[in-house]
């Protein structure tokens, strides 16, 4: 028989063993799956709105959808009809596509007005990501933190990753299920049989796959489509257990509660931000598959007399709008109100009208559309006042209506980026030019002391933020700058200022070890310094316990043996960790043991204070408050500790070469901690300091006065100390002297020459 790809395989009924009546079954409306569905959206909204946790409920939906369409199919192979790929691809998409097109154009639109500007790059990035149902992809690439506490950290389409995964796995089953059909058809396999080997793969296989990527990379692998196949799988071969199985009634009941509870469990008792989805989803996907396999208890106790009652019923008829407009009402409004969490009324409100918006959106869109009388085309026509002048084939209609709502969406969606991204270009050339020059509008740092220190009149930067992070411009590490560890190459980039036996400034850490390079980099560039970063965010270095993550601890272990085989002149770390809510600031308890190793193989250590971290984006909050800085400003007594943690370790080590810089009056002039100084915006979120305003650091440094020098900053190993003369990093305001440095008695000495 031959195979038409575009109507699907179509076998002949098979001979089989049986039982097959659960097809029949099945065909009908299942309305405890629906109560099922509806208890999943519930317990999603309810946690995202007052917990901040995630429930579970996104994975019941993710197998309640493979396992309705493993029936589908099943059904169509047992009785040789055709699987019709690509009309059943149409008719999906086609139902799918007006609720979520309204929810994503209503969510862009409120978006630009509540939302600052520095947001609306990413924010139409994952606007055109959920439309085209890739966004799961585009947060993992980007590492987007799923449980993150504070809203402002939040994107108002970050929940589309599970529909994303989910219109991926619509495309991706009944290719699987063809296959299946090719097999049944061309061999004569039994249908149950091949279904169960084909799903039961892809279940281990992708498991086994969640599990590793998990505990490798949990923030990539939560929004990954290849860990989520296996919950799929599981729909999938429920569909085959109830065709063959059905426990006693007594079982069920029990059956169908423990899966119930273990639904409203999850997610106060599992480790998500830590474990997801790995081993661990099998939780929630284990609850919900009791309940199913409970099915219809006709018993007074059973779960589904609760799962089938009229509210739930209800709300299982909005679940998929409920679920697409709640998550963009609650950050939308948390970052109007600049509140990280809702209280029990605001939360209730927000239900409530997502309640309400998802029956509008149902009740106006999807029904509409789905259940119209006329194809889309002679519809449109006569909308448009048109004479209807042609047929069309069912399959043409509906790629023509899928066609028309990408276009009608997405070319504004176009339209709008590439205006956002023209600005912000503009704004980032600006800011380079800016900080460079030195003008006197824009001083940053440079201005502390003078009567600009406070100014703000047009602070920079301004658009996208992301290129707010110092980069080095000779990217990938190769040549002299090669690493011994391959684990660490994904990490690393270099820049070559000097020779190539100039001294070697590395740079290791997290994110705020980035954001140091622009105090550091030009500075090094100014003394012909070669520069090297191994950078891994979120990672402190040092770090004794990096069990939170073992990429963390890898990263740590890794970066300290290459230091030592590499031994560079000076290593630059971050020295202390500042919290967001206090002025509990700490070091590591690796700190000491660490600045040792290196200052006893001769490489100088520089120990960087910590900026001053908090609880909102002081960013936006600059932003909004307008001539009220000092609402978003705060005393270092509240955010710093009064005295500097690392200073015992590293005043233990100064006369072997460790140094700590503190730049505490430069966040904080005059003891406040300002969101701008002279003209320039030092944060770009709640705890990372500017690019521009770096650089404009970097500057003061060189611009300060001899008294304020502090020449073991650049100092060779003092161990091994020989006479040399090098540029002086640090200098007056005369110029640029050179430091001379001679062995007596053993210990280098210093003198200044300008």
């Given amino acids: 028989m031959p195979i038409n790809p575009l109507r699907g395989i179509r076998v002949p009924a098979a001979e089989h063993t049986p039982p097959y009546e659960s097809f029949l079954e099945s065909r009908g409306f299942r309305p405890e799956i629906q109560g099922l569905r509806a208890f999943a959206v519930l317990l999603v909204v309810l946690y995202h709105v007052w917990f901040g946790r995630v429930s579970g409920g996104v994975d019941v939906f993710l197998f309640i959808s493979a396992f309705l369409l493993s029936l589908s199919s099943m059904r169509k192979i047992n009785e040789g009809r055709p699987l019709n790929l690509f009309t059943y691809w149409l008719h999906v998409f086609q139902r799918l596509l007006p609720v979520a097109t309204v929810t994503i154009a209503g969510t862009t639109i409120a978006s630009f007005f509540i939302l600052s500007p520095s947001r609306w790059a990413d924010m139409l990035a994952d606007a055109k990501g959920s439309l085209f149902y890739y966004q799961n992809w585009h947060l993992a690439f980007n590492s987007v933190d799923y449980y993150a506490q504070n809203a402002a950290s939040k994107t108002p389409f970050q929940h589309f990753w599970s529909l994303s995964i989910q219109g991926q796995i619509f495309i991706l089953w009944p290719?699987?299920?063809?296959?299946?059909?090719?097999?049944?058809?061309?061999?004569?396999?039994?249908?149950?049989?091949?279904?169960?080997?084909?799903?039961?793969?892809?279940?281990?296989?992708?498991?086994?796959?969640?599990i590793i990527e998990t505990e490798t990379n949990q923030g990539f692998a939560y929004f990954d489509t290849r860990t989520r196949l296996?919950?799929?799988?599981?729909?999938?071969?429920?569909?085959?257990?109830?065709?063959?199985?059905?426990?006693?009634?007594?079982?069920?009941?029990?059956?169908?509660?423990?899966?119930?509870f273990g639904l409203v469990t999850c997610g106060a008792f599992l480790p998500v931000q830590r474990s997801f989805p790995g081993f661990l989803a099998l939780y929630p996907v284990v609850s919900g598959a009791l309940v199913i396999m409970a099915g219809r208890t006709n018993s007074r106790w059973g779960v589904d007399r609760w799962l089938v009652s009229k509210p739930l019923q209800s709300l299982g008829n909005i679940s998929y709008a409920l679920y697409l407009v709640h998550w963009p009402i609650l950050i939308l409004y948390s970052t109007a109100v600049e509140k990280p969490h809702v209280n029990f009324l605001e939360g209730t409100a927000i239900i409530a009208v997502s309640i309400g918006l998802a029956w509008v959106l149902i009740q106006f869109v999807e029904k509409p559309l789905r259940y119209r009388k006329d194809p889309f085309i002679p519809w449109l026509m006569k909308i448009l006042r048109f004479k209807r002048v042609f047929a069309v084939k069912t399959w043409a209609d509906q790629l023509a209506f899928l066609a028309a709502t990408f276009l009608l969406a997405g070319i504004p969606l176009a339209g709008a980026q590439a205006w956002v991204n023209y600005s912000n270009t503009q704004a980032s050339i600006q800011a380079e030019t800016q900080t460079q020059t030195a003008t006197d509008n824009h001083l940053g740092a440079r201005a502390i002391g003078t009567d600009q220190a406070l100014m703000h009149d047009d602070p920079i930067p301004n658009g996208d933020l992301k290129n707010?992070?110092?980069?080095?411009?000779?990217?990938?590490?190769?040549?002299?700058?090669?690493?011994?560890?391959?684990?660490?190459?994904?990490?690393?980039?270099?820049?070559?200022?000097?020779?190539?036996?100039?001294?070697?400034?590395?740079?290791?850490?997290?994110?705020?070890?980035e954001q140091a390079m622009a105090m550091f980099k030009p500075v090094a560039e100014q003394s012909k310094v070669n520069m090297q970063s191994i950078l891994l965010g979120g990672c402190q270095y040092p770090q004794q316990d990096a069990s939170s993550s073992n990429e963390c601890a890898e990263f740590n272990r890794d970066v300290t043996e290459e230091i030592l085989q590499r031994k560079p002149q000076t290593v630059v770390i971050i020295a202390t960790?500042?919290?967001?809510?206090?002025?509990?600031?700490?070091?590591?308890?690796?700190?000491?043991?660490?600045?040792?190793?290196?200052?006893?193989?001769?490489?100088?250590?520089v120990g960087v204070r910590d900026n001053p971290r908090y609880d909102y984006n002081v960013y936006e909050c600059a932003q909004k408050a307008g001539d009220d800085l000092e609402s978003c400003a705060r005393p270092v007594s509240e955010k710093l500790a009064e005295k500097n943690p690392a200073q015992e370790v590293f005043d233990k080590y100064k006369d072997k070469g460790a140094v700590l810089v503190d730049m505490t009056d430069l966040y904080c002039p005059e003891g406040m901690c300002q969101p701008v100084v002279g003209n320039v915006y030092v944060y770009i979120d709640e705890n990372h300091v500017s690019k521009a305003y770096g650089r404009t650091m970097a500057k003061t440094m060189l611009e300060r006065r001899q008294g304020r020098l502090d020449t073991h900053w650049h100092a060779l190993a003092l161990n091994t100390c020989q006479e040399y003369t090098m540029p002086c990093l640090l200098t007056g305001r005369r110029g640029i002297g050179t430091s001379e440095a001679s062995v007596n008695g053993g210990r280098c000495t210093f003198t200044m020459q300008r």
Avoid at 183 to 207: C, E, G, K, P, Q
Avoid at 235 to 246: D, E, N, Q, R, Y
């Fill in 577 to 605: 960790i500042a919290e967001a809510r206090s002025n509990e600031e700490r070091i590591d308890p690796a700190l000491e043991e660490t600045v040792k190793k290196f200052t006893d193989a001769g490489i100088q250590v």
């Fill in 230 to 260: 296996w919950e799929f799988a599981v729909g999938t071969l429920l569909a085959m257990v109830t065709l063959k199985w059905k426990a006693p009634e007594k079982a069920r009941v029990i059956m169908g509660w423990i899966g119930v």
């Fill in 468 to 513: 707010q992070y110092e980069m080095l411009s000779d990217g990938k590490c190769e040549g002299n700058f090669a690493l011994s560890h391959d684990s660490l190459k994904k990490y690393c980039s270099s820049q070559k200022n000097g020779t190539d036996d100039s001294p070697l400034m590395m740079v290791v850490g997290n994110s705020h070890a």
């Fill in 175 to 210: 290719l699987l299920f063809a296959l299946v059909a090719y097999f049944v058809h061309r061999f004569r396999w039994n249908l149950f049989t091949t279904t169960i080997l084909v799903f039961d793969t892809v279940f281990v296989a992708s498991l086994t796959f969640s």
